[in-house]
């Protein structure tokens, strides 16, 4: 299995991490020559010099033997070309691309096999931009992930200090509200993540993971203290292409959102595409111009320039002024544990968004979608059972599962089944699996299904 | 600035011109009656003057290429001597002796004014009442953009001229070709006047007023061969499609281009035509209950007289149905005001236009956010399209300019001896084109009574307001004519 990356800025870079981590056979490919070194000293990948628009420079990375190219230059007209090459040259089965013009993203069928025959077109932003909407759909939760076409819903959110659930026993929750269908699959405290079991306790500062079905989320979040309040008024700091997405996206839902942005030709722009937004030219970071732009009111502040220091310390300063909420726009994963422990409530990290999105693609049989979370520790999988599979047509107490496996939730027909003890999976289910990345070979086996990636 | 290829351009634009007139000849044949001569010696004239003026100034290339400047000069021009050379046919039939009279009358005309100075018009012959009417016709398109569209040589340099004669902030091309998109625009013109011709001829009309009316119409113009213009009729079913008409008329020609080519959206979208059609309603509404409440007893008349004046007024048309002068003082204010904002950009009608009107106000609104975001940064849209900056620094320019040239031009007026509100509306009825005044000139009356300086000051306002200010103004600064 060999894999062909074009581009290693960012989510090259992770993704050629990702990759080579399970033991596939990497080549980067970039125009840097200081990036490749940088690249080669860290991870454990084949790079080449060139750009990945040069058929030559293809085929000295073997493009031959590739079956698979993903190309996430920052251009995408260098993505198409590189991508265009692989499937008239090559015929590498698998061409993925970043496309970031959203004029582009619309139009399919300039994608398809007899065009340019591109498999799957990722837009970091846009991922991002969806992920930020679903966490406005449920201002309580941190991360909100999607399964089954949105009938189950992963929801990662911090428990605040006061909250009545903190020094109880998962048991004696379930007591409190018997029928609820909800699933804790995990617990992370600081650093460590915890599987929960009954007499696992809540403490104070938890973040949880947890598995419902759509409908009950709101109840979820609210039965764990989170406000639930739809937002009404946000502000978002730097106008790039994901603020302007991400107001876009909002302002047609009908909440009120500004957005600032320092450079006054950028906002000229902002203004005359968007319809509702209030374009304001200032420093996201200056205390006048928010609290003149009324921050104490806000119910949320999205950070989201390019300086992402700048966006921990705006949002940050945003919470000081009153902000209900706040969010930033964070890439570096070194970062990440550290936001929530200074007050940030949500991430958005496009670079996370797109590799997710790519695993997702790229992960084979019949898993239909996997999900990296916090820090890529753990993932979560949505696959269909087989027949043959061990975990089908048995009770779950009868199954031994690899240690912090849980089954979240499944999905048979119309109906959603946040599992027990005694449930039992059916063939053609879809089940949603939680599982530390420590034990996806285990996990495996278990399923018959091979979770590895294609080929 | 080249003299050559604008005498050149000048006099093959008056030799089409003079052709022009061979349909009123006809027409004049046709009733074999008194004015035959007087069309024969001013097609002799004009096309005279015109044939010799181009051949005497025929330039070396084929094609002509001219500065926008040139465009302006041809163009301004063009239109004065077009009142000059097409009130001949006025002045030797007798119907309007004086050279003053007549190049009003023809101004009028070209301009699609409708104020007139001739007080017995349904004594004239059909000639001479054809080509008045077809004065406004030809005006309403543009004389100049119907040169464009017929003669050959003006390749590039239609664009100049284009520019300089379509009313409106932004002109933009149909067709990649000027001369296509002249053609087009002159097309579509001609399909709906037939339309409309065939309409007016349901509702009992005679064809020769059939024709005379949906010429006005189209023209937005307003002259009528009728003393008491469209009221002789009497017929809700003529008031109606020539409301419906005027209301076309006074709508953007590329919306409707469009429209025919089977683009439904763009019209639909069109934020100037919501505007206009709005205001349409509006001014109606309140015109019917103040008619109602004030004047008459029967709300269906009310309405009537309502919609058709408001969009008579509003498209700078000037038909009437009814006296306006005798209407509430609500009403006639109302009227003034529409007087001012006039039809769509693109159309045939006058005034400020829509479209303006709505860019002012919406920037007006930009100044009053601004107060509450000072550091917001906003974009003035139409639809969902920035207008860009110049563009919206043009549009407030010409909205001070018309304001002061009425200004002016009242005083004017007012220093012959005119009272405020004749002044006033006199001019605001001449400037935007629309025809029927208030005070001394109103719709029963005509301008002959008028001074003859004040007949000048009129024509002056007529050619300012159909060429948007700035093409007639730009002449009068001496930048223009530095080399």
Known sequence: MKVIIIGAGE???????????????????????????????????????????????????????????IAVTDSDETNMIACLLASTQCRIPIRIARIRNVELNGDCSLFGTDRLNIDLCINP????????????????????????????????????????VIGKKLTALRAMEPGFKVLITAIVRGEKLIVPSGGSVIENGDYLFAVTDATHVRELLRFFGKNTEPPR???????????????????????????????????????????????????????????????????????????????????????????????????????IPLVSRVGIDGVINPRHAAISRILHYIRKGKVISATPLRDEKAEVFEFIALETSEITNRPFKDIHFPSGTIVGAICRGEEIIIPDGGSVIQPGDHVVIFTPRSAIGELEKLLTVKLEYFG | MKARPVLYTLGAFLFILG???????????????????SFVLSIGITSGTGGVLSFGCKPGEKKIVLSHREGFLIV???????????????????????????????????????????????????????????????????????????????????????????????????????????????????????????????GGMSAFDAINHIFCAM?????????????????????????????????????????????????????????????????????TLDLRLNVLADIGKAFRYAVFQVSSIITTTGFVTDNFSKWPAFSQIIL???????????STGGAIKCVRILLVLKQGYRELYRLVHPHAVTQVKLGHETVPQDVMKSVLGFFVLYLCIAILATIAMSALGLDMITS????????????????????????????????????????????????????????????
């Open chain 2, 424 to 483: 006033f509306a006199a001019v605001a009825t001449t400037l935007g084109n629309v025809g029927p005044g208030l005070g001394l000139y109103h719709p029963a009356t005509t301008f002959s009574e008028a001074p003859t300086i004040g007949k000048w000051i009129l024509s002056f306002c007529m050619l300012v307001g159909r060429l948007e200010i700035y093409t007639v103004l730009v002449l009068l600064i001496p930048e223009f004519w530095k080399k």
């Open chain 1, 125 to 164: 932003e846009q991922e991002a931009v969806s992920n930020v909407m679903n966490l406005l759909e449920f201002p309580g939760a941190a991360e909100v992930f999607s399964f089954a076409d949105g009938r189950i819903r992963l929801l990662g959110f911090q428990i605040d200090p006061g909250a009545a």
């Open chain 2, 76 to 202: 301004s021009a063009g239109w004065i001597l077009a009142a000059f050379f097409g009130g001949l046919p006025y002045m030797i039939h007798g119907a309007l002796p004086a050279l003053t009279d007549a190049y009003f009358e023809t101004m009028s005309g070209f301009t699609t004014t409708g104020a007139t100075v001739i007080n017995k018009i349904e004594a004239l012959p059909h000639g001479i009442l054809l080509w008045r009417s077809m004065t406004q016709w030809l005006g309403g398109m543009g004389i100049i953009i119907l040169s464009i569209a017929i003669l050959p040589f003006l390749g590039v340099g239609g664009r100049q001229l284009f520019k300089a004669e379509v009313p409106g902030p932004v002109k933009e091309k149909l067709v990649p070709r000027m001369a296509e998109t002249a053609r087009s625009l002159w097309i579509v013109y001609v399909i709906i006047t037939i339309a409309g011709f065939i309409l007016l001829l349901f």
């Open chain 2, 219 to 287: 023209a937005t113009g307003g002259f009528s061969t009728k003393d008491s213009s469209v009221a002789w009729f009497n017929s809700a079913y003529i008031d109606g499609v020539l409301v419906a008409f005027m209301i076309i008329a006074g709508m953007n020609f590329t919306l409707h281009y469009k429209l025919l080519m089977g683009d439904f959206r763009t019209f639909y979208k069109d934020s100037e035509a919501r505007f206009f059609l709005g205001t349409i309603l509006v001014a109606t509404l309140l015109i």
């Open chain 2, 336 to 346: 003034l005001l529409l007087m001012f904002i006039g039809g769509s950009a693109g």
């Open chain 2, 19 to 37: 052709l022009t007139m061979l349909v009123p000849l006809a027409c004049s044949l046709y009733y074999g009656e008194t004015d035959v001569w």
């Open chain 1, 11 to 69: 989510v090259g870079y992770h993704i050629a991490d990702s990759l080579s981590r399970e033991g596939i056979d990497t080549v980067v490919i970039d125009r840097d020559e200081e990036r490749l070194h940088e690249i080669s000293e860290i991870l454990d990948v084949q790079t080449i010099l060139g750009s990945g628009s040069s058929p030559e420079v293809l085929k000295r990375a073997g493009m031959a033997k590739a079956e698979m190219v």
């Open chain 1, 233 to 335: 008024r946000i502000i978002i700091i730097g106008g790039g292409n994901t603020g302007m997405m991400l107001a876009l996206a909002i302002e047609k839902r009908n909440i009120s959102v500004k957005l600032i942005e320092k450079k006054h030709g950028r906002c000229e722009l902002l203004a005359s595409r968007l319809e509702k937004t209030v374009v304001l030219h200032g420093d996201g970071t200056s205390q006048e111009l928010l609290r003149e732009e009324n921050i104490e009111e806000t119910d949320f502040f999205i950070a989201v320039t390019n300086d992402e220091e700048a966006n921990i310390l705006g949002a940050l300063l945003a919470k000081q002024l009153g902000a209900r909420k706040v969010i930033s726009l964070i890439n570096r994963i070194d970062y």
